[in-house]
């Protein structure tokens, strides 16, 4: 047994005189010199691989000490146990003999000139692991006999980690985007695949070359320029650019050029980065199209004509030009639509589009808004506002005149159309896009009460009524939360001028505002939608009514006639609306008469039958108000359950003076007669009046002369004053 050798004090074995430590030959204070500052980790086992000797450069890689180390069995101190494990199953498996995942490991395979150089992986005492080569040899006396092995290790950290990135930047070089890089003065070094694939140029034919290889001609030279002065200022550029390829074809790129420095800072290569875009500006180009532009007639839509407007308004508010804004409306169009079909109305539409087109000047634009609705924008119309105006309107009669030449939808016959337009001029950006659009939509009414295939401006009129129209508005939505609605009813007579029944009617009494008639908001209503929650109030208070009235017998036999708006009627759910009311009451639906104006009956023909049919089941009558003022023709009255006519009042008004208006009630009256229609006059404010319609077959009557509207309180209270016969009813009813 040998002597343990002799410790110096940084650790090392001291060079010894005779028998050297574990029966290795004794080192020389020269040797231990060397290798305590060989700069690498050394190790020397004994042959069965215990650890004699450990320098201070292998205690600094691996944390131990000298004390912790010598005498310990290599390898499994600082091995990765898994890495040696793995290895002996490998080398069991080649030299078909087991290995023991020892020492062995790295003795069993030593090749003929006894070395071994490989990489392993070490663990430091504090579990960091990282990656050495290490150098085994075998150390043999003069004899040839193994007396030790020395190993020799040095941390290769640093080179991994630059092979993995290496071998990273070779995958991301060959990656899906076209890569190409130069040296400084643009000769190209080398390009990947993905370049060959999208340029059509090889690499052999690429490198070599600069990168005008690809240039299209698209861009001038301040395009480069710009891009020159970004790189050598930013050390980088991305942009749209247009290249060609080999075949000559010309494609959009998004580009994206680095400049690489060298160690000096000095720029030693630009690596180009860049893809096709061609599929992402079809797209670009389809998204922008689909979302600006009207699919039927591919004329700016809505949102591009907003964006237009302001710009013109900007612009009109640098140079103080005027622009004219037309709202183009084609009359009649939905019959048009309802009888000839939508492919013929699409047809016209698209006409109309295109005639459109013609008439305004290039800058000018020509929109569609939605359904029939065309809007035409003229720009720089000068800054004197007249002569703007009178541009617009020579445009405006151009347009219509144009609208007016015969279309050709169908086969070889020709249809006629005429248009409305409403002209709104501005200048600036006083005004907000939706205000201009309502000034000149508020002038096409205007054009359209004119009696259609007309022009109109929007003027300060307009604008006053507008303003109170918006006050009203405001108001009218608050109205029924408020209450300030009233229902007054007005009495029904028969021939003898016997009460039959009433008609409701409804006042409207702003807080500390004179009472607003019915025909100054209800049009407004039905404009806003608001009819709708008011008509199922005045719906819901005359079925409470109704079944109040069933309780008293003076009451118990009339009836109740409610007006009905066309919007209101035309609500999915209106019968469930009338039928809710009812029941909600316990009314009874047979004493019920709900009354409709000519202008629901001009279209839908079958959906309106048939939620009069649906009510009509349940015992609730119709009557056709205002008779005469519409539309409606025998033909269109056989087809609707109609249990009753109202003469309008206009006709009555006249009877006795107008000759035309005498005729036209006796032709109602006959009608209704054939018809088997009950007819109601209504204005009758005169005895002549009544005294005519009553020779003539009138049988039921309305009017001042038989009572004014009033409200439920002031009728009743009237009730007891009435004798069977309504005849004795007072002449004046007024409250
Ligand atoms: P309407 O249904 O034709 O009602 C008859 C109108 O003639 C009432 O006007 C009534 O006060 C008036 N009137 C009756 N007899 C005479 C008369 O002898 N001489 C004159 N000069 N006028 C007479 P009002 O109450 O101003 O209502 C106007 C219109 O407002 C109604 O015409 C109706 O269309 C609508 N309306 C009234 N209440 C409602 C309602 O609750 N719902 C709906 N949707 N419309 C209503
Ligand atoms: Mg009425
Ligand atoms: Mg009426």
């Known amino acids: 047994m040998t002597a343990a050798p002799e410790l110096a004090p940084g650790g090392c074995l001291t060079a010894c005189r005779g028998e050297s430590a574990f029966g290795l030959p004794e080192l020389c204070a020269t040797q231990n010199a060397i290798f305590e500052h060989?700069?690498?980790?050394?190790?020397?086992?004994?042959?069965?691989?215990?650890?004699?000797?450990?320098?201070?450069?292998?205690?600094?890689?691996?944390?131990?000490?000298?004390?912790?180390?010598?005498?310990?069995?290599?390898?499994?101190?600082?091995?990765?146990?898994?890495?040696?494990?793995?290895?002996?199953?490998?080398?069991?498996?080649?030299?078909?003999?087991?290995?023991?995942?020892?020492?062995?490991?790295?003795?069993?395979?030593?090749?003929?000139?006894?070395?071994?150089?490989?990489?392993?992986?070490?663990?430091?005492?504090?579990?960091?692991?990282?990656?050495?080569?290490?150098?085994?040899?075998?150390?043999?006396?003069?004899?040839?006999?193994?007396?030790?092995?020395?190993?020799?290790?040095?941390?290769i950290s640093e080179r991994c980690r630059m092979e993995q990135d290496l071998r990273i930047a070779a995958i991301a070089f060959e990656s899906q985007a076209a890569i190409m890089v130069t040296d400084a003065e643009q000769s190209i070094l080398r390009v990947n695949q993905a370049f060959s694939a999208l340029t059509g140029y090889s690499a052999e034919e690429a490198i070599g070359q600069t990168p005008r290889l690809l240039k299209s001609g698209r861009q001038g030279p301040e395009f480069y320029l710009a891009m020159w002065n970004a790189l050598s200022q930013n050390g980088h550029w991305e942009g749209e650019i247009w290249n060609r390829r080999k075949n000559g074809e010309i494609f959009p790129e998004w580009l994206t050029i680095s400049a690489v420095p060298d160690a000096q800072g000095q720029v030693a290569n630009y690596v180009s980065t860049f893809s096709d875009i061609s599929d992402l500006k079809?797209?670009?180009?389809?998204?922008?199209?689909?979302?600006?532009?009207?699919?039927?007639?591919?004329?700016?839509?809505?949102?591009?004509?907003?964006?237009?407007?302001?710009?013109?308004?900007?612009?009109?508010?640098?140079?103080?030009?005027?622009?004219?804004?037309?709202?183009?409306?084609?009359?009649?169009?939905?019959?048009?639509?309802?009888?000839?079909?939508?492919?013929?109305?699409?047809?016209?539409?698209?006409?109309?589009?295109s005639r459109l087109r013609r008439s305004v000047r290039e800058g000018d634009t020509a929109a569609r808004l939605g359904g029939d609705e065309f809007v035409v924008m003229l720009e720089a119309l000068g800054s004197d506002v007249d002569w703007a105006a009178i541009q617009a309107e020579t445009v405006a009669e151009k347009i219509r005149a144009t609208l007016c030449e015969p279309y050709c939808l169908q086969g070889d016959a020709e249809h006629f159309r005429s248009a409305s337009i409403g002209i709104s001029?501005?200048?600036?950006?006083?005004?907000?896009?939706?205000?201009?659009?309502k000034q000149a939509d508020i002038a096409l009414y205007k054009a359209k009460d004119a009696g259609r295939n007309a022009i109109r401006f929007f003027d300060t009129a307009m604008q006053t009524a507008l303003d109170e129209r918006a006050g009203l508005e405001a108001d009218l939505r608050r109205a029924l939360s408020r209450g300030e609605f009233v229902l007054y009813v007005q009495p029904q007579v028969d021939a003898e001028r016997q009460l039959t029944?009433?008609?409701?009617?409804?006042?409207?009494?702003?807080?500390?505002?004179?009472?607003?008639?019915?025909?100054?908001?209800?049009?407004?209503?039905?404009?806003?939608?608001?009819?709708?929650?008011?008509?199922?109030?005045?719906?819901?208070?005359?079925?409470?009514?109704?079944?109040?009235?069933?309780?008293?017998?003076?009451?118990?036999?009339?009836?109740?006639?409610?007006?009905?708006?066309?919007?209101?009627?035309?609500?999915?759910?209106?019968?469930?609306q009338v039928t809710d009311a009812l029941a909600r009451h316990g009314a009874n639906p047979c004493r019920l008469k709900l009354e409709l104006t000519e202008s629901l009956l001009l279209d839908n023909v079958d959906e309106v039958v048939a939620k009069m049919q649906a009510l009509r089941t349940l015992g609730v009558r119709f009557s056709l108000d205002d008779f005469g003022t519409g539309y409606a023709s025998l033909a269109y009255l056989k087809r609707y359950p109609f249990e009753q006519l109202k003469i309008d009042r206009s006709f009555v008004r006249d009877i006795t003076r107008d000759g035309d208006a005498a005729a036209i009630v006796r032709a109602v009256l006959a009608m209704g007669d054939t018809l088997r229609l009950g007819v109601v006059a209504e204005g009758v404010e005169e005895n002549t009046q009544y005294a005519y319609l009553a020779e003539h077959g009138c049988r039921f009557f309305q009017g001042y002369l038989f009572g004014r509207p009033m409200s439920f309180v002031t009728f009743e209270s009237q009730l007891d004053l009435l004798p069977a016969a309504a005849a004795d009813l007072p002449d004046n009813w007024e409250i």
């Open 38 to 155: 060989a700069g690498r980790a050394i190790v020397l086992t004994d042959p069965a691989g215990t650890i004699l000797y450990f320098n201070r450069a292998a205690q600094q890689m691996l944390g131990y000490s000298w004390e912790e180390v010598t005498r310990q069995a290599s390898p499994l101190l600082f091995h990765c146990p898994e890495e040696i494990a793995r290895e002996a199953a490998a080398l069991s498996a080649k030299l078909q003999r087991p290995v023991a995942p020892g020492f062995e490991v790295f003795v069993a395979d030593l090749d003929a000139d006894s070395r071994q150089d490989r990489d392993w992986i070490y663990v430091h005492k504090n579990g960091r692991r990282f990656p050495v080569n290490l150098a085994i040899s075998v150390l043999r006396d003069a004899t040839g006999q193994v007396f030790g092995y020395l190993g020799i290790a040095s941390d």
């Open 282 to 353: 079809v797209a670009e180009s389809e998204i922008h199209h689909l979302a600006f532009y009207d699919p039927l007639t591919t004329l700016p839509n809505r949102r591009l004509l907003l964006n237009r407007l302001d710009k013109a308004g900007a612009a009109g508010k640098r140079n103080g030009q005027y622009s004219a804004l037309l709202i183009i409306d084609i009359d009649h169009f939905k019959t048009l639509n309802d009888t000839l079909g939508h492919d013929v109305g699409d047809r016209l539409l698209i006409e109309v589009a």
């Open 425 to 437: 001029l501005f200048c600036g950006q006083e005004k907000s896009a939706d205000v201009l659009l």
């Open 501 to 576: 029944g009433v008609e409701t009617l409804l006042r409207w009494q702003p807080a500390g505002k004179p009472l607003v008639p019915p025909g100054d908001f209800i049009p407004l209503a039905e404009e806003t939608g608001l009819i709708v929650p008011i008509g199922l109030w005045v719906l819901d208070l005359a079925c409470a009514n109704l079944a109040r009235w069933a309780r008293d017998e003076r009451t118990r036999g009339l009836t109740m006639a409610v007006n009905v708006s066309a919007r209101q009627f035309r609500q999915a759910d209106f019968v469930r």
